[in-house]
């Protein structure tokens, strides 16, 4: 699936390296959950981890075609590394 950048979205990425975000959004177990930014856009989070098992929230949103555009990144928060970790158990 074709992933884009914005200047923007790259410049906000904090101690996460670009790498690492599209290591979690192609990695084999994703958690895709739908949400909505801080301005209320639409966007889909996918929950997942980096090739060395760093725990990640990638936002992105679905342009044209089969385009999405990464908005953000984040490690994730003890709460959600927990939720997480219980639906890796099922998969």
Known sequence: MPYEWDDWALAALLGIEQFEVRQALEARRRWPRRAVSATGVPVLT?????????????????????????????????????EFSRWEETQ
């Open 46 to 82: 996918v929950w997942s981890r980096t090739a060395a098992g760093r725990p990640l929230i990638v936002a992105v949103y679905h342009t044209a075609g089969l385009t999405w555009k990464i908005i953000g990144a984040r490690e994730m928060a003890d709460k959600e590394l927990i």
